[in-house]
C-alpha cells in the first residue's frame, strides 16, 4: 500500500489521466505567467464547463438507450435496435425528430412564461455537477458549503417546474405543476436532514470532505446509516418525478403534468434534463452514501472518476429497476409517507449522528472499535424504525387481508352471497393485512 | 480577482437586481412579480458571492429562491382569482410611496455614512462554522427568541388560514360592495348571453 | 375608475366561492376523449375540490358505429362480423352469445364437438382479456408497463392460436350459426398443451411480483368500493359484481354449450374494491385453464358445424342469449319478422351496464382513485358505443 501512495504522489504530471485536473492546473499556471489573473479564472472555469457538458450530452445520449433497453428487458422486449447497431443511434434519430417537429404554443399561454422554462431548467441541471467531486482534487468549484448549494441549486428547479405547468395555461399542467411544487418542498425536508446526518458526523459541509471523511475511515457512509440512505433515495426519486413518485407527471392520471402542452424539442429538453438529473442524482447517492471516487484504495489503480461512474451506474440502475416494477403512490400517500415516515426517522438520525460525533469527538472513542459498533447500532435501530413504521402506520384499509373465496355450488344473489362469506374454511387466497 | 472582473460582475448583478426590482413594481401580473423577484433575489446572491461571502449567498438562493417565492407563488394560487392581480384601485398606493422612499433614503444614508473598512480584510473561510458558534455562544438569546417569533407566527398563519364561514360571509359582502360601487356594466349580462332556448328538440 | 370586465367576473367568482360554503372554487377537468387511462375515446367529466372528486359524468358516444341499425340489413350469418368489433378484446364470446341467440331463433341443435370447441375459444378469450385488463389496471395504478407486457406475453400466445384456427387475431368471425366456422387444426392441441404447461408458472410470477406489493395495497384498497346490494340494484355483473361478494356467474347460474359438464368453481371477494376486482380476475384465469384442461382431455369427435341452410329464415319471434363474457353478463336480443334479416338486433353490453356505477364508486375518492376505479371495472369502449 505505502508504494501505490509514492506512486499517486510521484506521478501528477498532466499525463496522469487518474487525475483530470492536473492538465487543468497546467492550463492555469502556463496563463498567470502571461495574462492577468480573471483571465486564468475564466478560461479554467470556461473549460470545466465544457468538459462538464461534453460530459454529459453523451452520456445522456447513451443513457436514454441504455434505460429503454434495461426497461425493456424488464418487460421481455428487445427495446430499441433498429437505428445503427444494437439501437444505439435511437436517441440521435428520436433527437433529430424532436427538432424537426412543429413547436405549438396553446393559444392562451403566457408567452414569456411559457418560451422560457425549457431553456431555463436546464441551469439548475447543468450547476449542480459543479461541485461533484470526480476526485481528489477533481471538482469544478469544490465549496465549503457544497452540501448547502447542491441543495439550494437543486430547489431552484421546482420554480421552472412551476413556471411551466402554470403558462401553459392547462389543468392537466397546473395540477402538475401543484403537485411537482408541493412534493418538491415536503421532500426537501428528508432530504436535508438526511444530508445533515453527514454534515454532522462528518463535520464539514464540503462534499469532497465528506468523501475524504469515508475515505479516511475506511467506511462508506450507507453503512453507518443506512436508514438515511434510503430516505435520500426514494426522496431523491420523489424529486425526480420517478415511479414510484411521479405523481406530477402521472401519465395515467394526468397525461404529462407541466410539460402536457411542449411539444418537439422543448419536451425533449425537459426530458434531457430529468435524465440528466436521474443521472446527477445517482452520482451524489454514490458519493455520499457509497464513498463517492473512493474504494478501499482500488482509487489508487484506478481513476476515481471511473470509480465514481461506477457507482453512479449502479445506483442508476437501482433508479430504473424501481421505475421498471413499482405503482405509483397517491399524492396524499406520498405526502404522508414523507411527513410520518420520511422525516421522523432523518430526524431520528440526526439526533443519533450527534450523540455518536459526541462520543467520537468529546469522549475520545477510538474510532476503529466505535465505528463498527455504532454502525451495527444503527443498522439495528434503522430495522427497528421500519418495523415499528410498518405496523403503526398503516392505513386502515390494508390492515385486513384481501380474501378470495370459492363460491361452490352456492350460485345466486344477495343470499348466495352471505352464506358463501359466513363459511368457516379457509379462503382460497388471502394477502395483504398485519 | 482583478479590478475589472470584479466590477463587471458587480454592475452586471447590480443591474439585475435592481432591474428585477423595479419589474416586480411595474408588472400588473402577481405571478410575474413573483418571476422578477427571483431575479432580483438571485442577483443579490451573486452580490454576496462578489463578497466572497458563500455561505449567505448559497443560503440566500436556498431560502429566497427555493422556498419563499414557492411559498408566494402556492399562496398566490390558493387566492381567488379576483385578488391575484395588482390592483387598479389602491388608495393607499400614494402614502406607501412615501413611506418606501423614506426609508430608502434611510437606508441608503447609513450605508454611505457606515465606516465598512473591516471588511475589506481578506476572505473568510470556514463561514458556516464560525456563524454557527457566534449564533449559539454569543447570540444566543437573540436567536432563540426568532425561533419563538417563527414559532408564533406559525401557529398565528394557522389560525388566520381557518377562516370561519361568518368571514367569509363578511369579506364576501365586503366584495359585492366594491362591485356595487364601480360604475361599469356587469359583465355577466355582456359575456354569457343566456343560452338559446331550443326546447326539446335537442333531446 | 372603472374595474375591467375581466376583473368584474373574477371578483363575482370569488364571492359565489366564498357564499357557497367551503371557500374554493371546484375545477372541472375532462379526462379523455383524448386521455392516456381512458381505454379508448370515453369522456369523463369530473369536477374537482382540490384533487377530491366532487362529480363525475359520463359522456359516451363518440366510438358509435350504429352496428344494431346496420345488423337489421344483413342476414343472420353476416352480422356474426359486427359482433367481433362489438367488444374487440373478447370477440369469441361475442361470436358465441350472438350465435346461442340465433340457434334459438332458428331452433338449431350444435353438435358436441362444437360445443366444446366454443367452450374452448371462450376460456382462451376470457384468459386474454383477462390479461389485458389486469395489465392495464397495475398500469392506471402507475406501474410503468412491466405487469402489461408481462401479461400480453400470454395474450399473445392466445391470440397466436386464434390466428392458427381461423386466420384472424382480434376479430374472429370464428363461431358460426351451428357451430363453428373451422374444425381445430392439428398444430392447435400441441400448442394450447404447451400454453396450459407454461400458465402456472406464469401466474406464480405475477402473483409474487404485484399480490403482495404495498403500493398496490395502498392504490387499490378501499378505493371505489361497491356494496353487493347496490351492485346488484345497479345490476353490475361479471368480476365487478362478484368482487362484491356475490357468487353470479352465468357459466353456472345458467350453463350454456355444456358448461355444465366441466368442473370450475367461481371466485367471489369479499370487499368490493379495486384490489378484490384484480383479484378476481386473477382467480378466475386459474379456473379458466381449468376448464381448458378438461376441455381438451374430452373433446369428442365428430362434426364441428350442423347443417344449415345458407340463408335460414327463422320463423316470426324472439330470443335472448346470454353468456359470461369476461366483462360480465353479455346477452344478445333478436327478433324475426320472417324475413332474412333480423328485425332487431340488440346487445346488452356489460361494459356499458358496470361503467354506470363508476360516478358511485368514484365520488368522495381522488382524481387518481377514480382512474384506477375505471381501469379496475375494465371497459372496452367498442362495447359501450357500439
Not at chain 3, 126 to 135: I, K, T
Not at chain 3, 161 to 186: H, K, S, W
Not at chain 3, 246 to 272: H, T
Request: net charge negative.
Amino acid at each position: 500500500m505505502t508504494d501505490l501512495a509514492g506512486i499517486g504522489s510521484v506521478l501528477g504530471a498532466w499525463y496522469d489521466f487518474r487525475d483530470l485536473n492536473n492538465l487543468q492546473r497546467l492550463i492555469t499556471e502556463w496563463i498567470a505567467d502571461w495574462g492577468p489573473d480573471w483571465l486564468a479564472s475564466i478560461i479554467t472555469g470556461v473549460l470545466g464547463a465544457l468538459g462538464i457538458l461534453g460530459v454529459i450530452g453523451p452520456t445522456l445520449l447513451i443513457l436514454i438507450w441504455v434505460e429503454r433497453k434495461v426497461i425493456a428487458r424488464f418487460q421481455q422486449r428487445y427495446g430499441p435496435n433498429r437505428v445503427g447497431p444494437k439501437g444505439l443511434l435511437q436517441p440521435v434519430a428520436d433527437a433529430v425528430k424532436l427538432i424537426l417537429k412543429e413547436q405549438l404554443a396553446p393559444r392562451a399561454a403566457d408567452k414569456l412564461i411559457f418560451f422560457l422554462p425549457p431553456v431555463l431548467v436546464f441551469i439548475p441541471g447543468i450547476l449542480i455537477w459543479g461541485v461533484l467531486p470526480f476526485g481528489p482534487r477533481m471538482s469544478v468549484a469544490d465549496l465549503n458549503v457544497g452540501v448547502l448549494f447542491l441543495l439550494a441549486v437543486s430547489g431552484t428547479a421546482v420554480l421552472v417546474l412551476f413556471m411551466a405547468g402554470w403558462a401553459s395555461n392547462n389543468k392537466y399542467a397546473l395540477f402538475g405543476a401543484m403537485r411537482a411544487v408541493a412534493m418538491s418542498i415536503s421532500y426537501e425536508v428528508p432530504m436535508v436532514l438526511a444530508l445533515l446526518t453527514l454534515v454532522v458526523f462528518s463535520g464539514t459541509m464540503s462534499i469532497n470532505g465528506i468523501v475524504q471523511w469515508q475515505q479516511q475511515e475506511d467506511v462508506i457512509f450507507i453503512l453507518l446509516f443506512p436508514l438515511s440512505a434510503i430516505a435520500f433515495f426514494f426522496a431523491a426519486s420523489a424529486e425526480l418525478n420517478r415511479t414510484p413518485a411521479d405523481i406530477s407527471e402521472a401519465e395515467s392520471e394526468i397525461v404529462a403534468g407541466y410539460h402536457t402542452e411542449y411539444s418537439g424539442m422543448r419536451f425533449g429538453l425537459f426530458y434531457a434534463v430529468e435524465l440528466g438529473n436521474t443521472l446527477v442524482v445517482s452520482a451524489f447517492i454514490a458519493t455520499f452514501f457509497l464513498g463517492g471516487w473512493w474504494l478501499w484504495g482500488l482509487d489508487q489503480w484506478v481513476p476515481s472518476w471511473v470509480i465514481l461512474l461506477a457507482k453512479t451506474g449502479a445506483v442508476y440502475f437501482l433508479l430504473i429497476w424501481t421505475r421498471g416494477t413499482l405503482p405509483r403512490l397517491r399524492v396524499d400517500q406520498l405526502m404522508g409517507f414523507c411527513w410520518k415516515a420520511l422525516v421522523p426517522a432523518t430526524l431520528l438520525f440526526v439526533v443519533v449522528a450527534f450523540v455518536e460525533r459526541t462520543l467520537l469527538i468529546s469522549e475520545g472513542w477510538d474510532t476503529t472499535v466505535a465505528l463498527p459498533i455504532m454502525a451495527v447500532f444503527n443498522i439495528a435501530l434503522s430495522l427497528g424504525a421500519v418495523m415499528l413504521f410498518a405496523r403503526v402506520a398503516r392505513p386502515a384499509p390494508l390492515r385486513r387481508p384481501a380474501r378470495i373465496r370459492m363460491a361452490g355450488s352456492d350460485i345466486g344473489g344477495l343470499n348466495a352471497a352471505r352464506e358463501v362469506a359466513a363459511r368457516r374454511e379457509e379462503p382460497q387466497l388471502q394477502v395483504g393485512g398485519d | 480577482m482583478s479590478d475589472f472582473g470584479f466590477h463587471l460582475a458587480f454592475w452586471s448583478l447590480a443591474a439585475m437586481t435592481i432591474g428585477g426590482a423595479s419589474m416586480i413594481v411595474v408588472s400588473r401580473n402577481l405571478i410575474h412579480a413573483v418571476i422578477w423577484l427571483v431575479l432580483s433575489m438571485l442577483g443579490i446572491a451573486g452580490l454576496y458571492l462578489t463578497l466572497s461571502a458563500e455561505f449567505i449567498a448559497v443560503v440566500q438562493v436556498l431560502i429566497y429562491v427555493g422556498a419563499i417565492s414557492v411559498l408566494m407563488l402556492f399562496a398566490i394560487m390558493l387566492t381567488p382569482r379576483a385578488e391575484r392581480d395588482n390592483s387598479q384601485h389602491i388608495k393607499t398606493a400614494g402614502p406607501a410611496g412615501v413611506v418606501v422612499i423614506m426609508v430608502m433614503i434611510a437606508t441608503m444614508w447609513v450605508a454611505i455614512d457606515t465606516d465598512w473598512g473591516a471588511v475589506r480584510e481578506a476572505a473568510l473561510t470556514e463561514q458556516a462554522r464560525l456563524i454557527g458558534e457566534s449564533l449559539i455562544k454569543h447570540y444566543i438569546l437573540p436567536f432563540e427568541i426568532g425561533a419563538v417569533l417563527l414559532t408564533a407566527a406559525l401557529v398565528g398563519a394557522i389560525a388566520l388560514a381557518r377562516q370561519d364561514d361568518e368571514d367569509a360571509a363578511v369579506h364576501a359582502a365586503s366584495l359585492q360592495a366594491e362591485l356595487d360601487d364601480d360604475g361599469s356594466v356587469d359583465p355577466v349580462d355582456v359575456v354569457d348571453p343566456p343560452l338559446p332556448t331550443d326546447g326539446e328538440a335537442s333531446t | 375608475m372603472t374595474m375591467s370586465d375581466d376583473t368584474r367576473l373574477a371578483m363575482q367568482g370569488t364571492i359565489e366561492a366564498l357564499t357557497s360554503g367551503d371557500g374554493s372554487e371546484p375545477v372541472v377537468v375532462n379526462l379523455g376523449p383524448q386521455h392516456p387511462s381512458t381505454h379508448g375515446v370515453f369522456r369523463l367529466k369530473v369536477t374537482l375540490d382540490g384533487e377530491i372528486v366532487q362529480d363525475a359524468e359520463m359522456r359516451i358516444g363518440y366510438l358509435h358505429r350504429s352496428m344494431e341499425k346496420l345488423a337489421e340489413e344483413r342476414t343472420y350469418t353476416q352480422n356474426i362480423p359486427f359482433t367481433d368489433r362489438i367488444d374487440y378484446l373478447a370477440a369469441m364470446s361475442n361470436n358465441l352469445a350472438y350465435c346461442l341467440a340465433a340457434e334459438e331463433l332458428l331452433g338449431v341443435e350444435v353438435p358436441p364437438r362444437a360445443n366444446a370447441i366454443r367452450v374452448m375459444f371462450a376460456e382462451l378469450q376470457r384468459v386474454a382479456s383477462h390479461a389485458m385488463a389486469n395489465g392495464t389496471f397495475i398500469n392506471d395504478c402507475g406501474a410503468w408497463h412491466t405487469p402489461l407486457f408481462h401479461m400480453f406475453r400470454d395474450r399473445e400466445r392466445v391470440l397466436d392460436m386464434f390466428e392458427m384456427t381461423c386466420g384472424a387475431r382480434l376479430t374472429t368471425n370464428y363461431m358460426r350459426i351451428g357451430g363453428v366456422a373451422f374444425d381445430l387444426p392439428d398444430e392447435l392441441l400441441p400448442t394450447l398443451e404447451q400454453f396450459l404447461a407454461d400458465m402456472p408458472e406464469n401466474i406464480a410470477n405475477y402473483e409474487a411480483l404485484l399480490l403482495e406489493n404495498e403500493i398496490l395495497h395502498a392504490r387499490a384498497r378501499g378505493v371505489g368500493v361497491i356494496s353487493p346490494e347496490m351492485a346488484i340494484n345497479s345490476s353490475l355483473s361479471g368480476p365487478v359484481l362478484r368482487a362484491t361478494g356475490v357468487p353470479w356467474d352465468l357459466r353456472k347460474a345458467n350453463p350454456y354449450c355444456g358448461y355444465e359438464s366441466y368442473e370450475f368453481d367461481v371466485p367471489v371477494g369479499e370487499q368490493g374494491d379495486c384490489f378484490d376486482r384484480f383479484l378476481v380476475r386473477m382467480a378466475e384465469v386459474k379456473e379458466s385453464l381449468r376448464i381448458l384442461r378438461q376441455v381438451v382431455d374430452t373433446l369428442p369427435d365428430g362434426p364441428y358445424l350442423a347443417d344449415l341452410p345458407l340463408h335460414a329464415r327463422p320463423e316470426p319471434g324472439e330470443s335472448y342469449a346470454r353468456v359470461e363474457s369476461p366483462r360480465g353478463e353479455l346477452g344478445f336480443y333478436l327478433v324475426s319478422d320472417g324475413g332474412p334479416a333480423p328485425y332487431r338486433f340488440h346487445c346488452r353490453p356489460p361494459s356499458l351496464i358496470n361503467l354506470s356505477a363508476l360516478k358511485e364508486m368514484s365520488i368522495g375518492g381522488t382524481l387518481a382513485d377514480a382512474i384506477v376505479t375505471l381501469g379496475s371495472i375494465d371497459i372496452v369502449v367498442g362495447e359501450i358505443d357500439r
